[in-house]
């Protein structure tokens, strides 16, 4: 996860300028990006309990997973018509709605394009203000180039924390438009610029997955097992095998982990 860099900060700050503008522009729309287990699907939900204390399950968060919803090829344009319905009749009901789209990598391609006008300055939903909408696309497209630049930092004695956002941004803008396996293939989302922020989330290192360890054994009660935490920060696999920088699933393994130590 980015917890330690200036990123949250950064992030935290577009947020809330956002929010405490009464008739912003244009909506809020970021893109995080990131191998599993890097903390993607946690900074959303944050999100999403800040701004209504319950996330997932208010009626005005709502997330589109694409196994689920989008899952037959041969019904996109369908999809088209039902995500663009969805959308706005959500928006009309609040304008403050938030808008999750899980696992963009397996998002057919073109079905996306459809919210281009929600996204930018020009389209009007009747009876809402349609720009005080939160979009969050949350894939791990890009992750090649986030794990490169983060690899490259870490042989040159640079600390991960110094990576600035402006080294990551544009590249994962290429490689998210140019992936076939991107849900952003040669999308006009892109090319018009309507995504607000970048947001690359970089790969774990041991003391980043045993900070996780020790997070999730203080909500079971066990905050003092500090050899809990170090037996699973040291079963964990790191990579590349010469260095043993990064954590090959980030935290995603931590639950499983600790019950074979407790």
């Given amino acids: 996860m980015f917890t330690d ?3 949250p900060r950064k992030l935290c700050r577009e947020v809330a300028r956002f929010l405490k503008n009464k008739s912003p522009e244009r909506p809020l ?36 997973v694409p196994t689920l919803h989008f899952s037959l090829p041969d019904r996109v344009k369908e999809y088209r018509e039902e995500l663009k319905s969805w959308v706005q009749g959500n928006l009309t009901e609040c304008a403050r709605s938030v808008f999750f789209f899980e696992e963009m990598e397996k998002m057919p391609p073109g ?76 999308s006009s989302i892109i090319q018009q610029k309507l995504i607000t922020r970048y947001v690359p989330f970089l790969p774990l290192s041991r003391r980043h997955v045993e900070r996780c360890v020790h997070s999730q054994l203080c909500q079971r009660g066990s905050c003092g097992r500090s050899d809990v935490v170090e037996a699973v920060g040291g079963d964990m696999i790191y990579s590349p095998v010469q260095g043993q920088y990064f954590s090959s699933t980030g935290c995603k393994a931590v639950p499983a982990k600790i019950n074979l130590f407790l």
């Fill in 111 to 186: 079905l996306i394009d459809v919210l281009e006008p929600f996204l930018g300055p020009s389209h009007i939903v009747v009876r809402t203000n349609y720009r005080k909408a939160i979009y969050i696309f949350i894939g791990t497209t890009g992750e090649e180039v986030i794990k490169k630049l983060a690899l490259e930092s870490r042989q040159a004695g640079r600390d991960r924390e110094e990576i600035k956002l402006a080294e990551l941004e544009e590249a994962i803008a290429r490689a998210v438009y140019n992936s076939t396996t991107s849900g952003f293939f040669q």
């Fill in 5 to 7: 860099s200036i990123w």
């Fill in 29 to 64: 729309v970021l893109s995080f990006h990131g191998s599993s287990g890097t903390g993607k699907t946690l900074v959303s939900s944050m999100l999403g309990n800040h701004l209504y204390g319950s996330a997932m399950s208010s009626p005005y968060v709502h997330q589109f």
